[in-house]
């Protein structure tokens, strides 16, 4: 059974880098058929989609993020990463990663890691 | 960006009844590309839904997805006890990957 584990401190001073890491077990993380993302959540609120990376490291972000985030894979240690950079309050969140998968479903994320709240705060 | 909006905002039934959930897009999306999700309190979002209708693995049968175009459908045919819990609509198929706002389904 495919788990993701997510990682990283969990409080991050504002204007600093938020930086997690998310560790796959069960399964590939160099498989073709599927990405790897990153979505969060802020308390009470809906979710949003951060970004996507392949395991050739090929990425995309939402745009509203991109000039922040940067995400990276490490297929050897089965991990992938987010950094956010210059964080505010408004990058306090829970924060998921999860497999993106286009064998079955086509781009819907199938697998999600339990989450982790990042809070941003001096 | 693509736009989805869920209707109603929360819905109150109770169990054993029959659950009608709304996702409006801003454009037409691909059934493929249109998926569901279940959160519960605490818990990580669940892929319930992808490609508009198809079930994920070991999702019930009162679950169903419909819809084409801007229009889908969530429907939970008789609600039960576990089924109480906060409802996304996703579409995958346009980056950003945009999400629904959510609809909340509480027991009346």
């Known amino acids: 059974q495919l788990q993701l584990q997510e990682s990283g401190p969990r409080l991050v001073k504002p204007w600093e880098t938020l930086s997690l890491t998310c560790t796959v077990s069960g399964g590939s993380i160099s498989s073709t058929s599927y990405y790897w993302g990153w979505i969060r959540q802020p308390p009470g609120e809906g979710l949003e989609w951060i970004g996507s990376?392949?395991?050739?490291?090929?990425?995309s972000y939402t745009p509203s993020l991109e000039s922040r985030v940067t995400m990276s894979i490490d297929t050897s240690k089965r991990q992938f990463s987010l950094k956010v950079n210059s964080v505010t309050a408004a990058d306090t969140a829970v924060y998921y990663c999860?497999?993106?998968?286009?064998?079955?479903?086509?781009?819907?994320?199938?697998?999600w890691g339990q989450g982790v709240l990042v809070t941003v705060s001096s | 960006e693509i736009v989805l909006t869920q209707s109603p905002g929360t819905l109150s039934l109770s169990p054993g009844e029959r659950a009608t959930l709304s996702c409006r897009t801003s454009q037409s999306v691909t059934t493929t590309y249109l998926g569901w999700y279940q959160q519960k309190p605490g818990q990580a979002p669940r892929l319930l839904i992808y490609g508009a209708s198809t079930r994920a693995t070991g999702i019930p049968d009162r679950f169903s997805g419909s819809g084409s175009g801007t229009d889908f459908t969530l429907t939970i045919s008789r609600l039960e006890p576990e089924d109480f819990a906060v409802y996304y609509c996703?579409?995958?198929?346009?980056?950003?990957?945009?999400f629904g706002q959510g609809t909340k389904l509480q027991i009346k």
């Open positions: 999860a497999r993106q998968d286009y064998y079955y479903g086509s781009g819907s994320f199938d697998y």
């Open positions: 990376i392949y395991y050739s490291g090929s990425a």
């Open positions: 996703q579409q995958y198929g346009t980056s950003p990957y945009s």
